[in-house]
């Protein structure tokens, strides 16, 4: 029986350590002590698994990171725009 082609590509090898030590460290920090967290003076302080430390920290950085890829590439798409409306060369050769 042979491997399917999509196993072979790096890109899934890649993606699959990913995940996996993903899943790796958020179950081993699962079963930490919860965290103190003092987000604001003179209330108490919040008590977080560490876990979902993790996953909150991950899930803003990719929320993050596609609205940063979304803004940089919507400022570029005007400046094509506005580049590809410029008047035509001329034609005239400078002797």
Known sequence: ???????KN????GGAIVILWVVYVVYWNHRLE???????PL???????VSSVIIGAALFGCFAT??????WRRGRSKNGS???S?????NKTVA
């Open 86 to 90: 410029a008047p035509a060369a001329s």
């Open 66 to 71: 596609l609205m940063i890829q979304f803004l």
């Open 1 to 7: 029986m042979t491997t399917p082609a999509f196993v």
């Open 10 to 13: 790096p890109k899934f090898v």
């Open 43 to 49: 209330i108490k302080p919040a008590q977080l698994n």
């Open 34 to 40: 919860p965290i103190s967290i003092q987000l604001f």
């Open 82 to 84: 506005a580049a590809s």
